[in-house]
């Protein structure tokens, strides 16, 4: 095992640097800070409802609540002009009943320990509602990637690789991307899992194509979100070919929507970014807006649209909202100022409880994260299954066979919803339940 030198003529702190490692280490992770919100608690919040609605016997109920493992890690990094960081990792591994535990890895300076153990469990709810056999899991690193260089980046994340190594399996715990980590980030992964295991692809999902990855993995949430929002906007009397789309977000999953949907013939009148948005009443050229993001790395500035501002596309009266950036997005601060006929969250929760007790008043229906992002996780489990018998499937039969899934659940969660006349979150979240609830009974 490698060593970490500290080199006596230097400070931990050096001139320049970041302000990572002291940002960091004077700020208690395992909470979430003032003005943000405990997104475990809103998840804890969901599952207690659908737990009630379904009469679920109180100790079911406490051991799906209760993550089986929860790993928080101090990654020394060595950073380029030559001072040490060290950053908090963390890896919680929430229900693995169903099969190996399976979750991304996002690099982000909110990244704490109450979040990801609500994303954790999300996973959880999300593998067992689409039939895919697979637990939940989740990790991340508190940092600020856009201040770190690649060889920092690379070396903070072979640090996190050994320190995870106790834990992962490609039949106990599958990692794969999530916000700012990408296909370069498991490739490193795989890399340095592979130094002790040996070459061992099936280990993270989400992986350059070249080592193992699957195809259709990188548009796959933006893809399973195309196929919600089409097959929802039929129930609600929405016609896809002219149907009016505001989405937030124009990372992976909502630059991949706003493809995918245009492809469909609906009109992306907005679209939004860390950085600004844009407006166009009569739909944003999106293959032109693809182009300019790939070369700017923003939406803003491109000129077939007006500049807006996040608030403002949350507002805008459209025929479907789809929220596809951070969580909270909609709070009960600006949930009045909606207008949108349907919400398809493409984010993680990126709507509050108390926001969503507004939108179910006002009769907006809400299609919830575990159902709509799903196709991310959906490929993922291709990918590990072609890794597992060394093939490879083609585009068209990945899209067909995601296809089926992500319409299935679909059929199942507006069949429950209609049913029990409750809305589309509770559905779901009972599916899931229901599946869990089954496994644990088979197993105990």
Sequence with gaps: MSTLTI??????????????????CETDVSKPSAGHHDFNRITDEQYDMAAEHMGLEKEIQLLLRTPYRELVVQ???????????????????????????????????????????SLAALMTWKTALVGIPFGGAKGGITCDPSKMSRNELQRMTRGFTQKLDMCLGVYRDIPAPDVNTNAQTMAWIMDEYGKKHGYTPAIVTGKPVTLGGSLGREEATGRGTMIITREACKVHGIDIKHARIAIQGFGNVGSWTAKLLHEQGACITAVSDMHGGLFNENGLDIPKLWEHVKSTGSVVGFNG???????????????????????AAIDRNNVSAVKAKLLV????????????????????????????????????????????????????????????????????????????????????????????????????
């Design 7 to 24: 080199p006596s003529n230097k400070t931990n702190k050096a001139p320049g640097a970041t302000g990572v490692c002291k940002r960091v």
């Design 75 to 117: 990654i020394p990094v060595r950073m380029d002009d030559g001072h040490l960081e060290i950053f908090h990792g963390y890896r919680i591994q929430h229900n693995g009943v169903r099969g190996p535990y399976k979750g991304g890895i996002r690099f982000h300076p909110e990244v704490n320990q109450n979040e990801v153990r």
């Design 305 to 327: 649209g007006k500049a807006i501002g996040n608030d403002e596309l949350l507002a805008l009266e459209v025929d479907v909202l789809i929220p596809a950036a951070l969580g």
């Design 345 to 444: 969250e493409a984010a993680n929760t990126p709507i509050t409880p108390k926001a969503d007790e507004v939108l179910r008043s006002r009769n907006i229906p809400v299609i919830p994260d575990i159902l709509t992002n799903a196709g991310g996780v959906t490929v993922s489990y291709f990918e590990w299954t072609q890794n597992l018998q060394q093939i490879r499937w083609e585009l068209d039969h990945v899209n067909t066979e995601m296809e089926k899934i992500m319409t299935r659940a679909w059929r199942r969660v507006s069949e429950r919803q209609q049913a029990d006349k409750i809305p589309y979150r509770m559905a779901a979240y009972v599916i899931a339940l229901d599946e869990l609830t089954a496994a644990t009974r088979l197993r105990s």
